[in-house]
């Protein structure tokens, strides 16, 4: 039964790690694309044909 106890507290420790480091991650300023970022645009380019219609109406709709 302790052991039991001992795994359930150590889960719980971890759990609130997790959480106080996405706490921690909201409140960093969010990631601004640079130089090194357009190889994504590339990427993009070229998946943008194969894409199914209702995800391209929903990235271009996007306000």
Do not use: C, Q
Not at 13 to 36: K, N, Y
């Amino acid at each position: 039964m302790r052991g039991a106890y001992t795994d359930l507290d150590a889960e719980k420790t971890a759990a609130l790690s997790v959480i106080a480091a996405l706490d921690a991650a909201d409140h960093t300023e969010p990631h601004h694309p640079g130089i090194a970022d357009t190889a994504l645009l590339d990427a993009l380019a070229l998946n943008l044909p194969a894409a199914p219609e209702p995800l391209l109406h929903k990235l271009f709709e996007i306000n």
